[in-house]
């Protein structure tokens, strides 16, 4: 039943993802895998291969697959690395980049989707994946040196603390601007000043302090 809907997906992948440019075969093989759909609220599972991000609860949202294939190539991920993801949100991208890479590290600062995600992401199987229900853009999980960084939700500007628990000759991807005005980043560390390069406009939910306990939620 949980591996149901390839149909769909294939479609996904070759309308909105190969014919948008993504030429990455490992990220369209795995997007072709996973179920999108046990990551989406049941009311809405038959849009989960639809062009579009969906509402997950909590005012968050699961990516549109297009930003999900376009930043796991920008990762440039060939089973090698070790890779934290800021904002888990639904657990759809660390599924995806737990195929893709050695080991997932990702973090939610909305404790009760942390939880759910985590759940889905055993039921899956990705047992390579770590989920921290923290605000990585100030507590990073102490689980570094990182290979490859990417961050679901966007940013003022780069948080330096990410960046530092990246290691030299990694990337890191992220949306970063204000309101609808948002583009896309890949950082690359060096010895030097970072290579810096511009990708697409894009629209993410914002990257915010603090931790929300499911307590705490009315
Ligand atoms: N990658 C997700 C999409 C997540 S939307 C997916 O595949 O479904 C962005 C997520 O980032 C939201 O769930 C939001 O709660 C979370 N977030 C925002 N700021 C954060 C922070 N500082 N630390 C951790 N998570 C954060």
């Not at 075969?25 to 996973?34: C, K, Q, S, T, Y």
């Not at 989707?113 to 047992?127: D, M, Q, T, V, Y």
């Not at 939700?153 to 000759?169: I, Q, V, W």
Request: hydrophobic share 40%; with cysteine.
């Amino acid at each position: 039943m949980i591996h149901d809907q390839s149909v769909a997906r294939s479609r996904m992948v070759a309308e909105q993802l190969e014919e948008a440019g993504i030429d990455d075969r490992r990220v369209l093989h795995v997007m072709r895998e996973v179920p999108r759909h046990v990551f989406v609220p049941k009311l809405l599972r038959h849009r989960a291969y639809h062009g579009c991000a969906l509402p997950i609860g909590y005012d968050q949202t699961i990516s549109q697959p297009f930003i999900v294939g376009l930043m796991s190539a920008l990762l440039e991920l060939d089973g090698t690395q070790h890779v934290l993801e800021v904002g888990t949100g639904s657990g759809y991208q660390a599924a995806i980049l737990s195929r893709l890479a050695r080991s997932v590290v990702t973090a939610e600062r909305v404790e009760p989707l942390a939880l759910r995600a985590s759940k889905i992401l055993e039921e899956l199987g990705c047992a390579n994946v770590e989920v921290y229900a923290s605000d990585a853009s100030d507590a990073v999980p102490e689980r570094g040196p990182y290979d490859a960084i990417i961050v679901t939700a966007c940013a003022d500007k780069l948080p330096s603390p990410l960046f530092h628990h990246l290691r030299e000759g990694g990337v890191l991807v992220i949306p970063i601007g204000q309101g609808e005005q948002q583009t896309l980043y890949r950082y690359r560390k060096t010895a030097a000043e970072p290579i810096i390069e511009r990708s697409v406009a894009c629209r993410f939910v914002p990257l915010l302090t603090g931790v929300v306990r499911k307590e705490n939620h009315a």
